[in-house]
């Protein structure tokens, strides 16, 4: 079985600062791993993966994050954060293996962003 | 990347009655699909996953009399709420993942409001 942690359900930054999103991760099996951004009343998008290639992966709008297996950690950075940043953000983890199964979600971490 | 549609984005209905929601899968053949059931500031809830051309699966407490989920082709997954009550208004999001694909796309979401 999988399971996700994120560390802080809410997460405030000032424009232009550093944006830290932490997400721990179980897994019996090795993962993939994902970060996904949810704006209101909207579905998911996706913000990058892991797959087993390269450990620091490159997502869209900025973001990256770091598969760190001797932490099992898969944390979300953005060097400086934009205003349009603010948003609910999920990370995900699901088997290699993949066939039928679904992503298990962590509980998510609102980035407000001041101006 | 792929687009995934799911329809309608907002829906009110009277307590009693059914309301069908559409996913459709509009540039690849989505032989997995899973239906998410999301609360308030809370993360996406599984609630079943659907083959094509085979009986959903439902995660445990899920009501399949009451969540009837179809899977009819290869670009079409329908949810149907049944006799909907105050207690079924959530936020419901589809996600569709081709055969051996590592990513799951997901649709806009549907707000439901059964009053």
């Known amino acids: 079985a999988q399971s996700v942690t994120q560390l802080g359900s809410h997460v405030s930054v000032s424009e232009g600062a550093l944006v830290l999103l932490r997400c721990n991760y179980s897994?019996?099996?090795?993962?993939?791993l994902f970060w996904y951004v949810q704006y209101p009343n909207q579905g998911l998008q996706l913000l990058l993966k892991?797959?087993?290639?390269?450990?620091l992966v490159k997502g869209i709008n900025g973001f990256e994050a770091e598969f760190k297996k001797s932490e099992t950690s898969f944390h979300l950075t953005k060097p400086s954060a934009h205003m349009s940043d603010a948003a609910e953000y999920f990370c995900?983890?699901?088997?290699?293996?993949?066939?039928?199964?679904?992503?298990?979600f962590g509980s998510g971490t609102r980035l407000q962003v001041q101006p | 990347g792929a687009v995934v549609s799911q329809h309608p984005s907002r829906v009110i209905c009277k307590s009693g009655t059914s309301v069908k929601i559409e996913c459709r899968s509009l540039?690849?053949?989505?032989?997995?699909m899973f239906w998410y059931r999301q609360f308030p500031k809370q993360s996406l809830m599984l609630m079943a996953t659907?083959?094509?051309?085979?009986?959903?699966?439902?995660e445990q407490g899920v009501e399949k009399d009451k969540f009837l989920i179809n899977h009819a082709s290869l670009t079409l997954s329908t949810l149907t709420v049944t006799s909907a009550h105050p207690e079924d208004s959530s936020f419901y999001i589809c996600?569709?993942?081709?055969?051996?694909?590592?990513?799951?796309?997901f649709g806009q979401g549907t707000r439901l409001t059964v009053v």
């Open positions: 996600s569709a993942r081709g055969r051996g694909a590592t990513e799951a796309f």
């Open positions: 897994s019996s099996v090795p993962p993939y």
């Open positions: 892991y797959t087993s290639a390269a450990t």
């Open positions: 995900a983890v699901s088997v290699r293996d993949m066939g039928r199964r679904a992503l298990t």
């Open positions: 540039d690849f053949q989505a032989t997995t």
């Open positions: 659907s083959n094509e051309g085979s009986k959903a699966t439902y």
